[in-house]
């Protein structure tokens, strides 16, 4: 793997689960990776402990290379009920979601960030499901709030095939918006093999995430998160991928599972350095 990649690696913030953005900085030192891709919900949510965060990563020559936001009332338990709460789909958490999605706008404007990423929830596959029209509807609305502070916007993958987003996309013919592509998720919603979308969705390609998974054995169950290069994504072919797509964006580290999160980290950048 090329050397220069260790320029474009960056930590997931939440995946550290700071409670302050002194934490998140011991977390980052210990990583030894000076760039990130901050959680902007808790600037929103809690400014008097997180509205330091910036200044203090600028302090650090910490890197903030894009943000995420999050949407009130997703239910991860089952992939059933993600389905049925996740993302800017359900009507009943859209009139917050919108009142949130606006302040986060906001506030990434004033980071001047180049990227921010969010689940938008389950695509429908057909267009004549009413979901369709409402989704392209809400996420062109999403995307302008951005667009007007000149930042892109990334779906997280996985909650559709590759295919389905893909059509979506070119739908939605927004030119701020792209995909954040994370081949573990692909796994976990059982949405086809990662390589391959990787390559259906190459055109959209706005940034990725390193993370790792094992598929279910039991259907309608979540398969497994587990450290980058324990799981079943071929990262050897994830590279060559990026590199034959001439994909040169941020791949951000992000672990969801366990207990040992900076370690976790730890490894997996040692891991894909070492490839």
Known sequence: ??????????????????????????????IGIPRIQLALDPLRSNPDVWRSAPMLLAQRDIEV??????????????????????????????????RN???????????????????????????????????????????????????????ETGQETAETLRAFLEKLDCANVGVNFDPANMILYEKGDPIAALRV??????????????????????????VVGTGQVDWRAFFRTLDEVKFKGHLSIEREAGTTRVADIVNAKEFVLGL
């Not at 009130?72 to 049925?84: A, L």
């Not at 969705?201 to 587990?226: I, Q």
């Open 1 to 30: 793997m090329p050397a220069h990649l260790a320029s474009r690696l960056a930590v997931c913030s939440w995946s550290l689960h700071p409670a302050t953005p002194q934490q998140l900085l011991q977390d980052l030192e210990s």
């Open 101 to 155: 999605i606006q302040q986060v706008a906001r506030i990434a404007g004033q980071l001047a960030l180049p990227l921010v990423t969010f689940h938008a929830g389950f695509l429908p596959h057909e267009e004549s499901d009413p979901d369709y029209s409402k989704l392209l509807d809400r996420i062109s609305r999403i995307a302008e709030l951005f667009g007007e502070q000149g930042i892109a916007l990334g779906f």
């Open 65 to 98: 290379v894009a943000g995420m936001f999050g949407t009130v009332g997703e239910d991860y338990s089952t992939p059933e009920t993600i389905k049925r709460t996740g993302g800017v789909v359900p009507d009943a958490t859209w009139e917050q979601n919108c």
């Open 201 to 226: 969705l190459a055109p959209f390609l706005r940034s990725c995430h390193l993370k790792d998974a094992t598929a279910t054995k039991v259907p309608g169950t979540w398969g497994d998160e587990v």
